[in-house]
Nanobody, 125 residues
Framework: QVQLVESGGGLVQAGGSLRLSCVAS????????MAWFRQAPGKEREFVVG????????KSADSVKGRFTISMDNAKNTVYLQMNSLKPEDTAIYYC??????????????????WGQGTQVTVSS
């Protein structure tokens, strides 16, 4: 199993930007599809953005299209989530997740076998 640790969360004003990082250890990420999910208080965990194992395909939730971007740096074994034009409704705990042998981008939480501990993102209005 790969171990994942997120960082980069914090408090930001609406319209601002943040970049989250997810550092993997234990195995190389080149064999994994990766994704970011988020969970707001009282809501279910939802898919945000994902990338397949070769980095050739990405997918984004409609709510973040044009604002959030996922990228992968295999040399650093790290996945990033660049978040621009943040809105108060983006406030949530953000989780990084890994799916072994992920040829396609997956948006379903149960497909992912490894999860980070989460990092809080709070967007003030």
């Amino acid at each position: 199993q790969v171990q994942l640790v997120e960082s980069g969360g914090g408090l930001v004003q609406a319209g601002g930007s943040l970049r989250l990082s997810c550092v993997a250890s234990g195995r190389t990420l080149s064999a994994y599809a990766m994704a970011w999910f988020r969970q707001a208080p009282g809501k279910e965990r939802e898919f945000v953005v994902g990338i397949n194992w070769r980095g050739s395909r990405t997918k984004s939730a409609d709510s973040v299209k044009g604002r959030f971007t996922i990228s992968m740096d295999n040399a650093k074994n790290t996945v990033y989530l660049q978040m621009n034009s943040l809105k108060p409704e983006d406030t949530a705990i953000y989780y990084c997740a890994a799916k072994l042998l992920g040829i396609e981008v997956s948006t379903t939480p149960r497909d992912f076998g490894s999860w980070g501990q989460g990092t809080q993102v709070t967007v003030s209005s």
